[in-house]
């Protein structure tokens, strides 16, 4: 960082900040029923009490898409389209709270999943032990039983951690098989966090961007 002077940086990130908030503001809409439903499914990303509704990292940005995600899953319910739900679940031993305060923890409501997707159920509940739910072995498992998706709609929070990684990581192991697929971030279903030097809005714009750059599909929403 010695050679970089921070007036040129903050000028020259507030100019490519503008073109990405304008990327965002004209994505498009796409439509359930246009894609293969088949070969589709919605991906519920730690909507749960944790993150939503209570604990040291509820925040009333993720609590926020709650509709919008009620909404989807409705809606695959009717067109029969597969439905997993991610849930953050730890335990005393997590590495994890080095880098969070505590949360999350198995045996409390912190981990279950909002009422209002409860209540529609429906989904495969799959508890996680790190931000990245694309490791953990019941996944793994489903995709060897779920050879013929190949579209994933990736929803929930945080953006920029769990989906990120998520969403990422399923890219990049299509990609690898030289396997076509869609990863599919409606942005009106995603959300995440202010804390201190987070800012929310901040990390939104560059989880989307960089989600982008990874051949991860971006879009307004998905009626």
């Known amino acids: 960082m010695k050679n970089l002077n921070k007036d040129d940086f903050i000028k020259r990130s507030t100019d490519t900040l503008g073109e990405m908030f304008d990327m965002l503001t004209k994505l498009p809409v796409i439509r359930f029923k246009d894609l293969q439903i088949e070969k589709t499914a919605l991906v519920i990303v730690d909507m749960i009490n944790g ?21 989807m899953s409705k809606a695959c319910d009717e067109m029969g389209i597969k439905k997993l739900a991610f849930a953050d679940c ?12 505590v949360h999350c923890m198995a045996g409390t409501s912190e981990w279950e999943i909002v009422d209002e997707l409860k209540e529609i159920g429906g989904y495969k509940l799959i508890p996680k032990n790190s931000t ?6 019941e996944f793994q498992s489903w995709l060897e039983e779920n050879k013929d998706i190949d579209t994933f709609v990736v929803t929930g929070d945080c953006t920029d951690i769990c989906v990120q990684q998520f969403a990422t990581t399923l890219k990049t192991w299509f990609n690898k098989q030289n396997k076509k697929s869609r990863v599919i ?10 804390l201190g030097m987070h800012n ?3 990390m939104q714009v560059m989880a989307l961007y960089n989600m982008t750059i990874n051949g991860v599909e971006i879009v307004g929403g998905i009626e």
Not at 132 to 137: A, R, S, W
Not at 185 to 194: E, G, K, M
């Open 51 to 71: 993150f939503a509704r209570e604990g040291a990292l509820k925040s009333p940005r993720v609590e926020g898409v709650i509709p919008e995600i009620e909404k």
């Open 132 to 137: 990245n739910g694309f490791i953990e072995d």
């Open 185 to 194: 971030i409606p942005v009106n279903a995603v959300q995440t966090y202010d």
């Open 90 to 101: 730890h335990t005393d031993e997590s590495p994890e709270f080095g880098s969070y305060p």
């Open 200 to 202: 929310g809005d901040l």
